[in-house]
Antibody, heavy 120, light 106 residues
Framework: QVQLKESGPGLVQPSETLSLTCTVS????????VNWVRQPPGKGLEWMGT???????DYNSALKSRLSISRDTSKSQVFLKMNSLQTEDTAIYLC??????????????WGQGVMVTVSS | DIQMTQSPSLLSASVGDRVTLSCKAS??????LNWYQQKLGEAPKLLIY???SLQTGIPSRFSGSGSGTDYTLTISSLQPEDVATYFC????????FGSGTKLEIK
């Protein structure tokens, strides 16, 4: 069955770089895109970016200068790197598979998320 | 960027009530609108895609409607397991989520 699982450090120092991994199973990264979404504690969802099945990427304009999404298809892994972290980047970070066809575009499977705290 | 405004932010209703949640876009999004349900401590779950298409496995008491800038998620008969926060998401121009409506049982 389709599964996504996020992993990474729970605590990051301010100004440092966040590195997260989304490991997927049950589907191929060359057939589906994967998104990163984050959710500050008690708040709403913010789309961060997408890596498409062809390897191309799209980023939220508010994060584009700090964000990079890449993948290793042989390992079924998608990576997020974001630099210059600040306390307001404290959030649950989630990855989600995107289904796109015939004008539809939606996240049909999600990981459970990983909590990242930015603090010294 | 397209802004999505959900109302109300908190809704309290009784079991069996018909419940309506609203989502308003800052510009026409041509029905490119999805709805997700997020229960406490869980990842979001897709309920409705492209305004009114019910995701497989979702109970038929959930329905969506709307056009232009105004969209609605309706629960025809509220059940205790529907307690959650509901988010709308537009994909007409990039991706934006609404701030959510928290639904609780009265």
């Amino acid at each position: 069955q389709v599964q996504l699982k996020e992993s990474g450090p729970g605590l990051v120092q301010p100004s440092e770089t966040l590195s997260l991994t989304c490991t997927v199973s049950g589907f191929s990264l060359t057939s589906y895109g994967v998104n990163w979404v984050r959710q500050p504690p008690g708040k709403g969802l913010e789309w961060m970016g997408t890596i498409w099945n062809d390897g191309s990427t799209d980023y939220n304009s508010a994060l584009k200068s700090r964000l990079s999404i890449s993948r290793d298809t042989s390992k079924s892994q998608v990576f997020l790197k974001m630099n210059s972290l600040q306390t307001e980047d404290t959030a649950i970070y989630l990855c989600a598979r995107v289904l796109t066809y015939y004008g539809y575009n939606y996240f049909d499977y999600w990981g459970q998320g990983v909590m990242v705290t930015v603090s010294s | 960027d397209i802004q999505m405004t959900q109302s109300p932010s908190l809704l309290s209703a009784s079991v069996g009530d018909r419940v309506t949640l609203s989502c308003k876009a800052s510009q026409n999004i041509y029905k490119y609108l999805n709805w997700y349900q997020q229960k406490l401590g869980e990842a979001p779950k897709l309920l409705i895609y492209y305004t009114n298409s019910l995701q497989t496995g979702i109970p038929s008491r959930f329905s969506g409607s709307g056009s232009g800038t105004d969209y609605t998620l309706t629960i025809s008969s509220l059940q205790p397991e529907d307690v959650a926060t509901y988010f709308c998401q537009q994909y007409n121009s990039w991706l934006t989520f609404g701030s959510g409506t928290k639904l609780e049982i009265k």
